[in-house]
T-cell receptor, first 117, second 112 residues
Framework: AQKITQTQPGMFVQEKEAVTLDCTYD???????LFWYKQPSSGEMIFLIY??????QNATEGRYSLNFQKARKSANLVISASQLGDSAMYFC??????????????FGQGTELSVKP | DVKVTQSSRYLVKRTGEKVFLECVQD?????MFWYRQDPGLGLRLIYF???????EKGDIPEGYSVSREKKERFSLILESASTNQTSMYLC???????????FGNGTRLTVT
């Protein structure tokens, strides 16, 4: 069965420092996608970054990068130069049955990040 | 920009009531999803649909049903609301496994 695990329920980081949010996954699918979403206190889900299982390079989007280690089945999110506005819940997610049922995601439990001034 | 609109931000219903949660997307996406979000559990898939009049059960379909009469609209129905269905409900639409889902702002449902 496919599974996503986020082992850090909550984390603190000092403003302007980098922070890594952990995500491990389990799947037997040969192809899959990994996503990170941000959910501020207002509740909307904001897409941050995507990594395909066959992508050779780690994905980057501005201050966000995804540290993809396929052999370890991990897809950690790295946020550089944290800002107060980064305080939010962060979810790791994986697409299931990549080609047959596109878009269906399973989510981890989430990590609540608090950025201290 | 893709817009996914959920009809209610907050909803309070009584036990036993029939509840309709409505979701509309404006980007002609084939795929639509209903998730439930609870603290410590993340988001769990209730139902999804890949076409009009088509529906498939997700991981926690018990107590719920769905309707998709038009491509842009996907409704979640609680036939007889119970207190354990108090939760945040998120609707999403998308295209493929390579593209992100686009979410509505959520409906926080309280069943008393």
């Amino acid at each position: 069965a496919q599974k996503i695990t986020q082992t850090q329920p909550g984390m603190f980081v000092q403003e302007k420092e980098a922070v890594t949010l952990d995500c491990t996954y389990d799947t037997s699918d040969p192809s899959y996608g990994l996503f990170w979403y941000k959910q501020p206190s207002s509740g909307e889900m904001i897409f941050l970054i995507y990594q395909g299982s066959y992508d050779q390079q780690n994905a980057t989007e501005g201050r966000y990068s995804l540290n993809f280690q396929k052999a370890r089945k991990s897809a950690n999110l790295v946020i550089s130069a944290s800002q107060l506005g980064d305080s939010a819940m962060y979810f790791c997610a994986m697409s299931r049955e990549f080609y047959n049922q596109g878009g269906k995601l399973i989510f981890g439990q989430g990590t609540e990040l608090s950025v201290k001034p | 920009d893709v817009k996914v609109t959920q009809s209610s931000r907050y909803l309070v219903k009584r036990t036993g009531e029939k509840v309709f949660l409505e979701c509309v997307q404006d980007m002609d996406h084939e795929n639509m999803f209903w998730y439930r979000q609870d603290p410590g559990l993340g988001l769990r898939l209730i139902y999804f649909s890949y076409d009009v009049k088509m529906k498939e059960k997700g991981d926690i379909p018990e107590g719920y049903s769905v309707s998709r009469e038009k491509k842009e609209r996907f409704s979640l129905i609680l036939e007889s609301a119970s207190t354990n269905q108090t939760s945040m409900y998120l609707c999403a639409s998308g295209v493929t496994g390579k593209s992100p889902l686009h979410f509505g702002n959520g409906t926080r449902l309280t069943v008393t």
